[in-house]
């Protein structure tokens, strides 16, 4: 992951769209996203998918149709610019489906969703965020050590929202938006974002409390 940062802080993709919009290739910004999910797919950090072909093809459909849903969800509340339920359904994801299942959830949900939003060099931050959001869950769930109480699942997917999402997005806007980023600079990226992660976190822990129980219970059973 360490190196894909890298790799993308000193491409020409940010370079160029700092100094010159035109130069922006999409083709690179997709590159350099599909490349964060080929490396977090084969990396131990990941649980190892189903072996028979089986298992496969349902995990498969199962992730298609979360980040469906997500896209689906992301899509209906376009009109609030950070009141969606994308994060909480990736967390929901997660502790079905498992690291693996929540990262690819939460990273393709960003890709297929940003065709509506708008690509551009954020794609690959946000899919790195919420992929993280999706991938965490999957394994504090797989070790139990996510309670299944509403509250505190709610609570969960509050300070996720706001530390991971955020304090990834944070830094990331300064880089896309600052040629020499400062650590005073990317402090007051991170005071002035406060109120937008709030509503992120607000959001998750509202749409958690709500859909916990029905949605996180229908799952399980039917998976």
């Not at 349902?58 to 997500?70: F, G, P, S, Y």
């Not at 690819?104 to 965020?129: D, I, K």
């Not at 509403?150 to 990834?168: N, P």
Request: no cysteine; hydrophobic share 50%.
């Amino acid at each position: 992951m360490s190196e894909f940062i890298e790799r993308y802080y000193n491409s020409p993709v940010r370079s160029e769209n700092i100094t010159n919009k035109k130069h922006f290739s999409i083709k690179k910004v997709w590159k350099s996203a599909f490349d964060v999910v080929v490396s977090e797919h084969f990396t131990g950090r990941l649980r190892n998918p189903p072996r028979s072909s089986g298992q496969s093809a349902k995990m498969l459909t199962r992730i298609a149709t979360m980040v469906a849903l997500n896209v689906t969800g992301r899509a209906a509340f376009f009109m609030f610019s950070d009141f969606k339920p994308v994060y909480a359904i990736t967390i929901i994801s997660g502790i079905t489906l498992g690291s693996l299942g929540g990262f690819l959830t939460g990273a393709l949900t960003m890709l297929v969703s940003n065709f509506l939003f708008g690509q551009g060099p954020w794609t690959p931050w946000q899919m790195l965020a919420l992929g993280l959001i999706g991938f965490i869950s999957g394994a504090l769930a797989e070790n139990g050590l996510i309670p299944r109480k509403r509250v505190w699942i709610s609570l969960y997917g509050f300070i996720m929202a706001i530390v991971v999402y955020g304090g990834i997005m944070n830094p990331a806007a300064m880089f896309m938006s600052v040629a020499r980023p400062t650590w005073k600079l990317l402090l007051a990226y991170y005071i002035s974002g406060i109120p937008v992660d709030l509503v992120k976190g607000t959001a998750t822990f509202l749409f958690l409390w709500i859909g916990t129980k029905s949605v996180l219970g229908k799952i399980e059973r039917a998976w």
